[in-house]
């Protein structure tokens, strides 16, 4: 299995629209492009350069997409984590909260579930993510498991900081 944050796409490799992204509209827009092709460019550069990573995970929980902002965050390249297991990249005391939420997004479409977990950068150590797992497996043209998540780490550090 690869990781929840799985492989994303490297800057060095042409990049594929995902399924649903790919079908062409029948309106042109300026200079004879089709309009929601336009669109569409516009909606993968604003996933690609967000703050947040953005995963899409199939029922096995295998990445079948994984936005350029995802590799930012954890520093993992695509051919990183091809082969890692999903759970090996959580940190151990977070593994079955990860677990349990997952086994419930799978069970009922258009499901949601937030969680806070730490997840092991490239580089070594543990950061802090906020992460959202959304079922879209009833979802026309999306088929997956939605994973939005962003790096917290900094926040986490300055709460521990405060006085107690």
């Avoid at 079948?64 to 695509?78: D, L, M, P, Q, V």
């Avoid at 082969?83 to 258009?110: C, F, S, W, Y």
């Avoid at 992460?131 to 998540?149: H, K, V």
Wanted: hydrophobic fraction near 30%.
């Amino acid at each position: 299995m690869s990781s929840i944050l799985g492989p994303s796409y490297s800057d060095a490799a042409p990049r594929e629209k995902p399924a649903g992204l790919r079908e062409p509209g029948k309106k042109k827009g300026p200079g004879g492009i089709k309009k929601s092709m336009i669109a569409d460019d516009r909606h993968i550069k604003l996933i690609e350069n967000c703050y947040a990573g953005a995963s899409l995970l199939d029922r096995d929980l295998n990445i079948i997409y994984r936005s350029c902002s995802a590799e930012r965050i954890n520093g993992w390249k695509t051919t990183d984590v091809l082969n890692m297991e999903t759970m090996g990249l959580i940190h151990p005391d977070d593994r079955a909260a990860v677990n349990q939420i997952l086994k419930d997004v799978l069970a009922e479409g258009g499901l949601s579930r937030e969680c806070c977990c730490r997840s092991k950068h490239s580089q070594g150590h543990y950061i802090w993510l906020e992460c959202t797992f959304t079922n879209y497996f009833n979802e026309p043209g999306i088929d997956a498991i939605l994973c939005n998540f962003r790096d917290i780490s900094d926040k986490k550090q300055s709460d521990a900081a405060l006085p107690r």
